[in-house]
């Protein structure tokens, strides 16, 4: 089992950043992917960024140029900067971890809120 927790949501004003971290609770060793999603009300739950198996990042056309998904693998961390922030970037960001195996294992944060309004 793996336990993830996020942390710093927020309320911010638009063209604000913040930075969001994903604690997880032991190392993950193999193959993994792991990444944030966003659910914003009355939407279905959308991928934000990630890294791949191979390490490589993909992002939601609509954060490109804004966001950055970096970790920190010492720590078991995974971050989320956001630039630029837009009043369509408020949802809940959920943290992601998927391990390939023959038997795949997904962990969910529980969630943090980020609100952009003036």
């Known amino acids: 089992q793996v336990q993830l927790v996020e942390s710093g949501g927020g309320l911010v004003q638009p063209g604000g950043s913040l930075r969001l971290s994903c604690s997880a609770s032991r190392s993950v060793f193999g193959i993994n992917v792991m990444g944030w999603y966003r659910q914003a009300p009355g939407k279905e739950r959308e991928l934000v960024a990630l890294f791949t198996t191979t390490g490589n990042t993909n992002y939601a056309d609509s954060v490109k140029g804004r966001f950055i998904i970096s970790r920190d693998n010492a720590k078991n961390t995974l971050y989320l900067q956001m630039n630029s922030l837009k009043p369509e970037d408020t949802a809940v960001y959920y943290c992601?971890?998927?391990?390939?195996?023959?038997?795949?294992?997904?962990?969910w944060g529980q969630g943090t809120q980020v609100t952009v309004s003036s």
């Open positions: 992601n971890l998927k391990i390939v195996q023959l038997v795949p294992e997904i962990y």
